[in-house]
C-alpha cells in the first residue's frame, strides 16, 4: 500500500490554498485526522473545525454551541472546557460542542480568519464520512449537511467525502489503519485535482458527493482506484444528464456501490436541497476532472426486486412476456400506473437497487407521477437579526459579587499548577448578528503579563536596530531573524515590524509559520509601525481583545491577584468597551449585557457589579496571593 510519501510529493505549487475541514464523526476520528495531515503535507493551508464528538445522522442541524460538561470523543479535550476549543500546542485543530453544520460555520468565520489574517477559506472539505453517504443516507448526513451549508450559504466550493469501511478508531491510533491512509490519500488526490483546475473551483451552489469503496482484497492500493461520474438519485422522473461516453443518463452512486471493483463515485450535488445538480452544472464539473474519470462502466447484473414471470413459449402470450423480461421493474410499475401497454417497444432494462431499499423504491413508486413536476424553491428560514440573550432578571439567574466568584473558582483550581492559571473575562454583547465588530488593546492597570519577549524586524546595524535592543527586545535584524525562525531557535511572544522592513517581511514567506501562532504582524493588529520602541512600550502593558459572536474574551488577571486589582482591570476594560459601543452606535446598537469571570479550568460564573455581598463572611485579604 502507498504511504503518505505519495502525498508529501505532490507538487508544492498550491500557493497556500485556505482550506476549512469538517466531518460528522467528531474532530477527534482518525479519518479526519489522517486527512488533515495529508492536506497540510501537500502544502495547502488548513483549519479542522468539527463537532466535539460524533453527531453522524444530523443533516442540517444547526444550533449554537453549549459548554461541555464531559470530555470531549476519545478524552480529546477535558470536562468543562466550554463550548468550543482548540488543540492547546496546534490551534488550526478546533472542536465545537454542536453539530457538523455548527462545525463549519465557526471554521468559516472564526477559526480560519483567525489563522489567515481575516481572510475567508477557498474551499471547504467534509470527512472522510465513516461508512457511505449514497442515495437515501444523503439527505441525513451530516457531513453531507456541513458540505452544502458552505455552498449554499456561504458559497464555498464544498467537496463531502465518505468512506464504505465502517468502525470508528481514534486519532492517536498506532499504528495508523490501512484504510484511513487510503481514503486520506484519494481524497488528497482528488482535492488537488479540482484545485489545480483553477477557479471558481466548482459552478455556484454545488458541491461533489465523493464515495470511495471498502479498503479490502485488492482495494488496498490507492493507485488502484478508479474514478466514476455518478449521480446521487434514480432519476426516474428528472431531466437528462450531461452527456458523458455517449449516454446522457449517469449510472447511480448505488450501482456503482454494488459493482465489483475499486470504483470510487463523484456526483455533482445541489446544494440547496441535496439532490444531483443539473446538466450544465454537471458538464461544468466534467471538463474539469475528465482525464481522471473511467470513460465507460457497465451495467450491473443483480437479483430484481420483482421476478418476472415464468417464460411460457405459447402463442401470443410469448411476445408479452418477452416485454416484461427486458423492461426494468420500475418501469412496469409506471406503465401499470399510468395505464399503459405492456405491449409497446421496450426499453433497455436498468440495474435494480438493492433489496435494503426496496420498501423505499416502491414508495417512491407509489408517489411518482407522470406529469412533468416543477421544483418550488423552499423559502429558507431567516437568521434572527441579533445574537440571542436571556432576560437574566425574568430567569432569575444566579449572579455572584467578585469576591465570592473568586472564591469558587480558586477552589475549583486546587492542585493546579498556579503559573499557569488565568482569571478570563467573558463580556456578553447585546448586538446585531452582521454589523462592525469591537476590536482593539487596552492598557491594564496590572498587566496580566508584563515579561513578554519581544522580537523587532527592522534594518540591521540601523538606528531603529539600535534602539529597540537598548528597549529590551530578545531578537532584532532581518535576515538573521527570518532564518533564527525558520529554524525555530528563537521564543517570542509578540513580533513587531518596523514599516521600513515590512516587504522584506513579506518576501520572507513566515505566514505559514508565525500566523498559527498569531505572531505574523500585520498593520491591522497594530505589528507594522513607524515606532519601534513606543509599540514595545505599548506592548508591554496592552491586551488585544476582539468580539466574536457578539462575546469579548480576555485574561484579566493572575490567580494570585487581589480582588481589587481584579476589580481595578474590570473597571478599565469595561469602561473602553462601552466607550467603543458608543461610537458605533450610529450603525448598530451595541450595550454590555452580562460580565463572566472564568478561570483556565475552571466553570463561568455571572457578575453581579458588586465586590462584595453584605451577607458574605470571606474578606477580600483571604483571597489574595497563590494558593
Known amino acids: 500500500m502507498k504511504s503518505f510519501v505519495s502525498v508529501a510529493l505532490l507538487p508544492l505549487a498550491v500557493q497556500a490554498v485556505r482550506i476549512v475541514q469538517s466531518n460528522d464523526d467528531g474532530w477527534a476520528e482518525s479519518y479526519i485526522r489522517t486527512f488533515n495531515d495529508a492536506l497540510n503535507n501537500a502544502g495547502y493551508d488548513v483549519v479542522l473545525s468539527a463537532p466535539a464528538e460524533n453527531k453522524s445522522g444530523s443533516s442540517s442541524r444547526d444550533e449554537n454551541p453549549k459548554d461541555r460538561k464531559t470530555p470531549c470523543q476519545y478524552d480529546s479535550c477535558p470536562a468543562n472546557s466550554g463550548p468550543a476549543g482548540s488543540d492547546p500546542k496546534r490551534p488550526d485543530l478546533n472542536w465545537v460542542n454542536s453539530f457538523p453544520v455548527t462545525a463549519m460555520k465557526y471554521g468559516i468565520d472564526t477559526f480560519g480568519p483567525s489563522l489567515w489574517d481575516g481572510a475567508a477559506p477557498e474551499l471547504a472539505v467534509a470527512g472522510p464520512n465513516v461508512g457511505s453517504n449514497i442515495w437515501l443516507q444523503v439527505p441525513f448526513s451530516g457531513t453531507v449537511g456541513a458540505a452544502c451549508y458552505a455552498a449554499h450559504e456561504v458559497g464555498i466550493p464544498a467537496i463531502a467525502f465518505s468512506g464504505a469501511s465502517g468502525g470508528n478508531t481514534a486519532f492517536n491510533t498506532n499504528p495508523i489503519p490501512e484504510r484511513s491512509l487510503v481514503y486520506a490519500e484519494l481524497a488528497t488526490t482528488f482535492v488537488k485535482k479540482i484545485v489545480d483546475s483553477g477557479k471558481p473551483y466548482l459552478p455556484k451552489d454545488v458541491y461533489l458527493n465523493v464515495n470511495f469503496p471498502k479498503v479490502e482484497g485488492k482495494c488496498t492500493d490507492a493507485s488502484k482506484f478508479q474514478w466514476v461520474l455518478t449521480r446521487i438519485n434514480s432519476g426516474l422522473l428528472s431531466e437528462r444528464d450531461t452527456e458523458w461516453c455517449g449516454e446522457d443518463r449517469l449510472p447511480t452512486e448505488t450501482e456503482i456501490a454494488l459493482k465489483s471493483g475499486c470504483y470510487a463515485s463523484i456526483s455533482v450535488g445541489d446544494a440547496a436541497d441535496k439532490t444531483i445538480a443539473d446538466a450544465a452544472r454537471q458538464k461544468i464539473v466534467l471538463e474539469k476532472i475528465k482525464d481522471m474519470l473511467v470513460p465507460t462502466w457497465e451495467p450491473l447484473e443483480q437479483p430484481r426486486l420483482f421476478a418476472p414471470p415464468p417464460y411460457h413459449d405459447q402463442g401470443p402470450v410469448r411476445q408479452s412476456s418477452q416485454f416484461r423480461r427486458i423492461m426494468a421493474p420500475i418501469d412496469r410499475c409506471l406503465a401499470s400506473m399510468a395505464r399503459l401497454s405492456l405491449l409497446q417497444t421496450p426499453r433497455p432494462a436498468i440495474p435494480s437497487i438493492p433489496k435494503f431499499l426496496a420498501p423505499a423504491a416502491a414508495q417512491q413508486v407509489r408517489q411518482a407521477s407522470v406529469v412533468r413536476i416543477r421544483k418550488t424553491a423552499k423559502k429558507k428560514k431567516p437568521l434572527p437579526k441579533d445574537f440571542k440573550r436571556h432576560n437574566l432578571n425574568k430567569r432569575e439567574f444566579p449572579q455572584y459579587s467578585l469576591c465570592e466568584a473568586m472564591r469558587i473558582l480558586r477552589a475549583v483550581e486546587v492542585g493546579k499548577p498556579p503559573a499557569s492559571i488565568k482569571y478570563e473575562l467573558h463580556i456578553n454583547l447585546k448586538t446585531a448578528r452582521n454589523g462592525p465588530v469591537i476590536k482593539n488593546s487596552v492598557r491594564l492597570p496590572h498587566p496580566v503579563q508584563s515579561d513578554w519577549q519581544i522580537a523587532v524586524v527592522c534594518p540591521e546595524g540601523s538606528e531603529i536596530a539600535r534602539e529597540a535592543t537598548a528597549a529590551g527586545a530578545v531578537a532584532v535584524g532581518q535576515e538573521t531573524l527570518f532564518e533564527a525562525i525558520r529554524q525555530e531557535k528563537i521564543n517570542f511572544d509578540r513580533l513587531i515590524c518596523h514599516e521600513a522592513s515590512e516587504a522584506a517581511l513579506n518576501k520572507a514567506g513566515l505566514g505559514k509559520i508565525l500566523g498559527p501562532k498569531g505572531l505574523m504582524p500585520s498593520k491591522r493588529m497594530r505589528t507594522i509601525v513607524p515606532d519601534v520602541v513606543k509599540s514595545m512600550r505599548d506592548s508591554a502593558g496592552a491586551a488585544d481583545y476582539r468580539e466574536r459572536q457578539g462575546v469579548i474574551r480576555l485574561a ?43 478561570t483556565t479550568h475552571g466553570p463561568g460564573i455571572s457578575l453581579n457589579g458588586n465586590l462584595k455581598d453584605a451577607d458574605e463572611k470571606i474578606t477580600p485579604e483571604a483571597l489574595t496571593s497563590i494558593m
Open 556 to 598: 484579566i488577571g493572575q490567580l494570585g491577584y487581589s480582588p481589587d486589582q481584579l476589580k481595578n482591570n474590570i473597571k478599565v476594560l469595561l469602561a473602553k468597551i462601552k466607550a467603543e459601543c458608543t461610537e458605533i452606535s450610529e450603525e448598530v446598537h451595541k450595550e454590555v449585557h452580562e460580565v463572566i469571570l472564568s
